[in-house]
C-alpha cells in the first residue's frame, strides 16, 4: 500500500466571529466579541480505525466537537 492511499471520511467546517468596540471617554472603551466554531454544527468524524487486527477496523468512534459558541466582554483603558 502506497503513502497517503488511504484517506479519511471529510471535514467541512465555518468560523464566524464578530467584534464591536464602544467608546466612552477618549482613552477608555468596551470591546464586545462573539465567536461562533462550526457555525452549521456539521458531524466531523474522526480518521477510522486502521489497525487491520482491529474488531472497530474501517469505523469511525468519534467525532469532532459540535458547535460552540463563545461571547466576550473587554474594558480598554
Excluded: C, W
Excluded at 502506497?2 to 484517506?7: A, E
Excluded at 462573539?34 to 480505525?49: E, L, Q
Amino acid at each position: 500500500v502506497g503513502r497517503n492511499s488511504l484517506t479519511g471520511p471529510a471535514y467541512k467546517d465555518l468560523d464566524l466571529g464578530v467584534l464591536k468596540h464602544f467608546k466612552m471617554f477618549e482613552p477608555e472603551g468596551f470591546t464586545f466579541a462573539g465567536n461562533i466554531f462550526n457555525v452549521f454544527n456539521h458531524t466531523n468524524f474522526d480518521n477510522p480505525v486502521a489497525n487491520y487486527n482491529d474488531s472497530n477496523y474501517g469505523k469511525s468512534l468519534s467525532a469532532s466537537d459540535p458547535r460552540i459558541t463563545q461571547l466576550s466582554l473587554r474594558f480598554d483603558f
